[in-house]
């Protein structure tokens, strides 16, 4: 039973904020991709309910009141709590992105279930790979952080895709030319929002040359299901080039550099 002014949602935890002593300040991506966000009362205190269920990369079930500036938690139940991912370093460095781009680009009141269910079922599956549980179809022979990272770099494509600012890698961002990744390497441009043919290249200013088989590789990552992602085997120096593409063109397009893929780069080994 909910009472009046208060409701019930699913959502997964994207950020906790200290607030006075003992309070935080949750931001939530709801089921139907709004962003959320809310007071947890008490949720600082060792004994409190809320301590071990508001944890970023947790999908919750929380019951909250409305609030006349912030709603306010009064309940949480775990409906996936993906704690393996943050029992591994390198697998909750991984996960982080996708949650900094998932706030970045989630508004208030403004519902985009895909993005949802995007974030959530990458989490599942590097949830799993972290705990080792990753069905025989899905075997390769890469570690849980060759896979959470991978399915990192599918996810921010994807969530950039469902966000509106989908990149261009199949064709010419600025004339539509099919591209073939030929030659080594390729035009980039954040600007422009994906890769260029070499005319247009040619012809502007704002383009970056990177490996054709980093080009590749984000396309793939795009348009392929996360089942199939978490199969796949690519060199790091090709996964390190996409989330190096992911970052340019948030920043160029949210107006924001994720700072957990500036620190997935540099505590990668």
């Known amino acids: 039973m909910t009472g009046q002014g208060a409701y019930r949602i699913e959502a997964l935890v994207l950020r906790k904020t200290k607030l006075k002593e003992s309070d935080l300040i949750v931001t939530l991506l709801a089921e139907d991709g709004s962003l959320v966000r809310a007071v947890a009362h008490g949720a600082r205190k060792p004994q409190s309910p809320f301590a071990s269920r508001l944890e970023p990369c947790a999908v919750v079930d929380v019951l909250l009141a409305r609030g006349r500036s912030l709603d306010v938690a009064k309940e949480a139940r ?36 895909r993005l949802f269910q995007c974030a959530v079922a990458a989490l599942a599956l ?8 990753v069905g025989a179809e899905n075997a390769v022979v890469v570690g849980c952080a060759d896979r959470a990272r991978i399915l990192c770099a599918a996810c921010l494509l994807k969530e950039l895709a469902f966000a509106g600012f989908r990149p261009s890698l199949a064709h010419c961002a600025v004339c539509g030319e099919p591209l073939s990744f030929a030659a080594p390497s390729s035009a980039f441009s954040p600007y422009e929002g994906g890769c260029l043919c070499d005319a247009c290249a040619a012809a502007g ?48 397009h949210v107006g924001s550099r994720l700072k957990s893929v500036s620190f997935l780069l540099g505590a990668w080994e």
């Open 205 to 252: 200013e704002r383009s970056r040359r990177i490996d054709a088989a980093v080009c590749v590789l984000a396309r793939d990552l795009l348009h392929r299901p996360f089942a199939d992602v978490v199969a796949l085997s690519a060199p790091s120096s090709h996964v390190k080039g996409v989330l190096r593409i992911v970052q340019d063109l948030a920043e160029e």
């Open 126 to 133: 590097m949830d799993k790979a972290a705990a080792g549980t």
């Open 78 to 113: 775990f409906v996936a709590p993906n704690a393996a991912v943050r029992a591994d370093f390198d697998v909750s460095a991984a996960a982080l992105p996708l949650v900094e781009l998932a706030g970045k680009v989630a508004e208030v009141g403004l519902e985009n279930p």
